[in-house]
Each structure stands twice: as C-alpha cells, then as structure tokens.
T-cell receptor
Framework: KNEVEQSPQNLTAQEGEFITINCSYS?????LHWLQQHPGGGIVSLFM???GKKKHGRLIATINIQEKHSSLHITASHPRDSAVYIC????????????FGKGTLLTVNP | EPEVTQTPSHQVTQMGQEVILRCVPI?????FYWYRQILGQKVEFLVS????????KSEIFDDQFSVERPDGSNFTLKIRSTKLEDSAMYFC?????????FGPGTRLLVL
C-alpha cells in the first residue's frame, strides 16, 4: 500500500510569492499526478509526471523517482491560485488507480 | 473540450434508501473510476471498471455498492441501502493514457 505525504498541510502566501508544495510516497509508482481542488469541490488535473519536470504557465512540477519525491511550484502566485493542491500516485497496468495525499490548502492574499 | 459529467450535483436521501449516481465519461475512454471524499478527508478510491467489469475495488466498496455501464455512455454507482457514513462527495473519472479526467462530483447527504 502506498502512503502519500504532502507538506505543508496549509500554506498562506502574499500575492507574487514563489510557492512550493512537496509530496513524498513510499512505494514505486508508474506516475504521479498533481491535482487542484477548488472550494466548490471539483478536481482538475494539473500534471501527470513519470520523470523529470513539466511546466504549464506559472506552474512547474518536478519528480525525483529515486528519492520518491515530487514538488509543485507556483511562480508569481495570485489570489486565484488559492485552492487545495493534491498529490496522487498511480500504479500501472490494467488496474491503474490513484492513491491520494491529504492535500495542501493554499491561500494567496492580495 | 470533452469533459466528464455527473448527475445529480447534490442529493439528499434518508438512511436506508437506495441512490444511483450517474456519470457520463469522455467518449473514447476505456477506464472508469469512482472515488469518494468524506468532508475534510482525502479522496479515496472506490472502484475501477474496464471492459464492462470491475477491475479492482477497495475495502470500502462492499456489497452495498455496485457499478454498471448500462449503455455505451453512462456509468453508474448504486448504493443499495445508504448509511449516514456514506455522506460524501463522489467523483467519477475516466482515463486515457494514465491521465484521469474527473467529473465535478455529486455531493451526497444521508440523513
């Protein structure tokens, strides 16, 4: 069973700050997902990573497979980035499923 | 852009009643999932479905739960006799190439 730990649990930042959210997991995976959940509850997939680094706009996700660790960075944070960011890991094959972390609540103040 | 849809968005039911949550996955996806999130807790896997049968289910997914793909588009989760602890947000997802696309969720409240 894979354990997924995120830190910090809560993060408050001022607009414009650089944000880092960390995720570590205990067992080898096929891929790691970063998801965003807004107060209304809907979940949006941000990144799916199996190695290296991905960038989309102001968001950057990195993964170190050997260390079983991933980070999500937000550059030039904005109040609209306020949401819960969830790390989830997936294992491959026909029974691919996600195991989720508890999420990090990010609040960006203007 | 294609998206996963779920109905209803909210449902309130009495304990012991049956509920059916409906999902329309993205049309060319082959893998389907149900997850749930109890208020304030993390998202949990319930069941995966492929090729018209269950691929894997969690220990949460007991005999009170069932899934069906009654036609080419809908994917349903039935809870036969709801309990108070079934109150949660239920998410459907469909997958292509290991990227899962989530529906907006159904918020179920059992009274």
């Amino acid at each position: 069973k894979n354990e997924v730990e995120q830190s910090p649990q809560n993060l408050t930042a001022q607009e414009g700050e650089f944000i880092t959210i960390n995720c570590s997991y205990s067992v080898g995976i096929s891929a790691l997902h970063w998801l965003q959940q807004h107060p209304g509850g809907g979940i949006v997939s941000l990144f799916m990573l199996s190695s290296g680094k991905k960038k989309h706009g102001r968001l950057i996700a990195t993964i170190n497979i050997q260390e079983k660790h991933s980070s999500l960075h937000i550059t030039a944070s904005h109040p609209r980035d306020s949401a819960v960011y969830i790390c989830a890991v997936g294992n491959g094959g026909s029974n691919y499923k996600l195991t989720f972390g508890k999420g990090t609540l990010l609040t960006v103040n203007p | 852009e294609p998206e996963v849809t779920q109905t209803p968005s909210h449902q309130v039911t009495q304990m012991g009643q049956e509920v059916i949550l409906r999902c329309v996955p993205i049309s060319n996806h082959l893998y389907f999932y149900w997850y749930r999130q109890i208020l304030g807790q993390k998202v949990e896997f319930l069941v995966s479905f492929y090729n018209n049968e269950i691929s894997e289910k969690s220990e949460i997914f007991d005999d009170q739960f069932s899934v069906e793909r009654p036609d080419g588009s809908n994917f349903t989760l039935k809870i036969r006799s709801t309990k108070l602890e079934d109150s949660a947000m239920y998410f459907c997802a469909s997958m292509r190439v290991e990227t899962q696309y989530f529906g907006p969720g159904t918020r179920l409240l059992v009274l």
